[in-house]
């Protein structure tokens, strides 16, 4: 039987997005889409999904506090896969990595997505046959802490819910982001505003910065970093290896089997290939 999977974000490009993402995965039934967190524990209440991909940074109840009205509703019952869609910091990030929650970084890659299903289905496996034992122990259900009850034990879905908040809440809050960027160009470091960047790139870990009148290097050491400096209204990341500033795309230009590249207002107009996932993103975007 495929899985049930519940989709959460307030941006309707990335809810649709994902969407496309797991239909063509195949195994996995999308029962519902929510676009804010009060949504998401009334979806979670109503349809009881296997797996839920959650947005961690939503307007009004985020990511985050949907775990804790989760946590505080689900003492008793069992709770759902969680797969964080995020661009939240390297170190909440850790964080996930550390207590076996799963995410996915924006914009999403096609491989990623098969990779959290695919861990998603093995703890879905593993609670099935944990009940399956438990079921047919002898132990009371008037003694829960002796019990060794999934929901008790430190290494439970909740167990690491909760162990993953309280990291969460020990993080320092993100700093506001700068307006300007510095880039390495020979010998010189230049303050850049974001706002006249046309695109980065990453080759072989270096990336590069290109403005209409200058090529620099950055020293951040992947696009998400670089991303984390950058005003997310501007800059879209349209391929693995490229993020391009919205502002500065001179044309689209129509690309083989339905794909698309993007022709840069720099001095070489640089063409930028747009990947199969961000396609739909680029449509909605020009209306195309």
Same mark, same amino acid.
């Given at each position: 039987?495929?899985?049930?999977?519940?989709?959460?974000?307030?941006?309707?490009?990335?809810?649709?997005?994902?969407?496309?993402?797991?239909?063509?995965?195949?195994?996995?039934?999308?029962?519902?889409?929510?676009?804010?967190?009060?949504?998401?524990?009334?979806?979670?209440?109503?349809?009881?999904?296997?797996?839920?991909?959650?947005?961690?940074?939503?307007?009004?109840?985020?990511?985050?506090?949907?775990?804790?009205?989760?946590?505080?509703?689900?003492?008793?019952?069992?709770?759902?896969?969680?797969?964080?869609?995020?661009?939240?910091?390297?170190?909440?990030?850790?964080?996930?990595?550390?207590?076996?929650?799963?995410? /996915?970084?924006? @914009?999403?890659?096609? +491989?990623? !997505? =098969? *990779? %959290?299903?695919? &861990?998603?289905?093995?703890?879905? $496996?593993?609670?099935?046959?944990?009940?399956?034992?438990?079921?047919?122990?002898?132990?009371?259900?008037?003694?829960?802490?002796?019990?060794?009850?999934?929901?008790?034990?430190?290494?439970?879905?909740?167990?690491?819910?909760?162990?993953?908040?309280?990291?969460?809440?020990?993080?320092? /809050?993100?700093? @506001?982001?700068?307006? +300007?960027? !510095? =880039? *390495? %160009?020979?010998? &010189?470091?230049?303050?850049?505003? $974001?706002?006249?960047?046309?695109?980065?790139?990453?080759?072989?870990?270096?990336?590069?910065?290109?403005?209409?009148?200058?090529?620099?290097?950055?020293?951040?050491?992947?696009?998400?970093?670089?991303?984390?400096?950058?005003?997310?209204?501007?800059?879209?990341?349209?391929?693995?290896?490229?993020?391009?500033?919205?502002?500065?795309?001179?044309?689209?230009?129509?690309?083989?089997?339905?794909?698309?590249?993007?022709?840069?207002?720099?001095?070489?107009?640089?063409?930028?290939?747009?990947?199969?996932?961000?396609?739909?993103?680029?449509?909605?975007?020009?209306?195309?």
């Amino acid at each position: 039987m495929p899985i049930t999977a519940l989709i959460v974000d307030d941006e309707r490009l990335a809810r649709d997005e994902l969407q496309y993402l797991l239909d063509s995965a195949g195994g996995v039934e999308v029962v519902a889409q929510g676009q804010n967190g009060i949504e998401a524990v009334d979806l979670i209440r109503e349809h009881h999904p296997d797996v839920v991909f959650l947005d961690v940074q939503m307007p009004g109840l985020d990511g985050f506090a949907v775990l804790k009205k989760l946590l505080e509703r689900n003492r008793e019952g069992s709770l759902p896969q969680i797969v964080f869609a995020t661009a939240f910091d390297r170190y909440a990030v850790r964080a996930f990595d550390v207590n076996a929650i799963d995410y /996915l970084l924006k @914009p999403f890659d096609r +491989k990623r !997505v =098969l *990779q %959290a299903l695919d &861990r998603a289905r093995q703890r879905l $496996q593993e609670a099935q046959s944990h009940n399956a034992t438990q079921g047919g122990s002898a132990h009371s259900a008037a003694e829960p802490e002796k019990s060794g009850a999934p929901d008790s034990a430190a290494g439970s879905p909740s167990g690491r819910l909760e162990t993953l908040l309280r990291l969460i809440e020990q993080q320092p /809050l993100p700093q @506001p982001r700068s307006g +300007k960027i !510095v =880039l *390495q %160009a020979q010998s &010189r470091l230049l303050l850049v505003d $974001q706002k006249e960047v046309c695109f980065a790139s990453i080759d072989e870990g270096v990336i590069s910065v290109v403005t209409p009148s200058l090529e620099g290097q950055s020293k951040c050491h992947t696009l998400e970093e670089l991303l984390e400096m950058l005003d997310a209204s501007l800059f879209w990341r349209a391929h693995r290896s490229y993020v391009v500033n919205i502002n500065h795309i001179k044309e689209v230009i129509p690309w083989f089997k339905s794909s698309y590249q993007l022709r840069m207002d720099d001095r070489k107009q640089t063409e930028i290939p747009v990947s199969r996932a961000q396609t739909r993103r680029l449509r909605e975007l020009f209306k195309l």
